[in-house]
C-alpha cells in the first residue's frame, strides 16, 4: 500500500464546477504539500500545510491530522486549471519539510 | 526575482556514460531539492541540500550524487547511466522551510 493515496485518478468537469481532490497517507507528517503540474513537466507549489485550511484565490487546502486526510478545492473551475494535482507528504521521521513522499496525481480536464 | 533554473533541459546519454545536472535557486535561496519523476515510478525524492550539507537522501543507489556549492548553486551526478535512469529531473529550492519553487526540469533519455 502506498503511503499517500489520492482519488480521485481522473476528474473531469465542465467549467464553473466545485472540485474536490482528496489525499489520505498513513504516517506521521511534518508537513502536507499539493502541487500542480501542466503538461511539459513544470511543477508549481500550491500549498504546504500542517494544520486547518490555507486559501489562495479559488484554490482552498484543508487538512484533518487525526484522520491523516487532506482535501483540495477548486471553486468555480476553469479549463486553465487542466491539470495533474499531486499531493506529498513530509515524513515526521524525514527531518525536513523537502523530503516527500508523492501521492500518483490526480489528472484534472476541466472542460469549457 | 529570476526563477530556479536547469542547465540543459534535455540530455541524451547512452548506458555506462555519467551525467551532471545543474540547478541554480532563487536568489537568497539556501535549500535545493532534487526529485526524479519517471511514468512507473512517480515522484520520487533524491536529496536535498542546504549550505552545502547534504540535509536528507532519497532511496537511490550511490551511482546518484550531489552537491552545493557556496553560491547555493547545486549539481547532481549520475554514473554509469541504466536505461532506467532516463527521467525528468527537477529541483526546487525555497527560503527557510517555506514554498519551494520548482526548476523547469532536466529531461534526460538514455539509450
Known amino acids: 500500500k502506498n503511503e499517500v493515496e489520492q482519488s480521485p485518478q481522473n476528474l473531469t468537469a465542465q467549467e464553473g464546477e466545485f472540485i474536490t481532490i482528496n489525499c489520505s497517507y498513513s504516517v506521521g507528517i511534518s508537513a502536507l504539500h499539493w502541487l500542480q503540474q501542466h503538461p511539459g513537466g513544470g511543477i508549481v507549489s500550491l500549498f504546504m500545510?500542517?494544520?486547518g485550511k490555507k486559501k489562495h484565490g479559488r484554490l482552498i487546502a484543508t487538512i484533518n491530522i487525526q484522520e491523516k486526510h487532506s482535501s483540495l478545492h477548486i471553486t468555480a473551475s476553469h479549463p486553465r486549471d487542466s491539470a495533474v494535482y499531486i499531493c506529498?507528504?513530509?515524513?515526521?521521521?524525514?527531518?525536513?519539510?523537502?523530503?516527500?513522499?508523492f501521492g500518483k496525481g490526480t489528472l484534472l480536464t476541466v472542460n469549457p | 526575482k529570476a526563477g530556479v533554473t536547469q542547465t540543459p533541459r534535455y540530455l541524451i546519454k547512452t548506458r555506462g556514460q555519467q551525467v551532471t545536472l545543474s540547478c541554480s535557486p532563487i536568489?537568497?535561496?539556501?535549500?535545493v531539492s532534487w526529485y526524479q519523476q519517471t511514468p512507473g515510478q512517480g515522484l520520487q525524492f533524491l536529496f536535498e541540500y542546504f549550505s552545502e550539507t547534504q540535509r536528507n537522501k532519497g532511496n537511490f543507489p550511490g551511482r546518484f550524487s550531489g552537491r552545493q556549492f557556496s553560491n547555493s548553486r547545486s549539481e547532481m551526478n549520475v554514473s554509469t547511466l541504466e536505461l532506467g535512469d532516463s527521467a525528468l529531473y527537477l529541483c526546487?529550492?525555497?527560503?527557510?522551510?517555506?514554498?519551494?519553487?520548482f526548476g523547469p526540469g532536466t529531461r534526460l533519455l538514455v539509450l
Open positions: 536568489s537568497g535561496h539556501r535549500s
Open positions: 506529498a507528504v513530509s515524513p515526521n521521521s524525514g527531518g525536513s519539510n523537502y523530503k516527500l513522499t
Open positions: 526546487a529550492s525555497s527560503f527557510m522551510g517555506e514554498t519551494q519553487y
Open positions: 500545510l500542517s494544520s
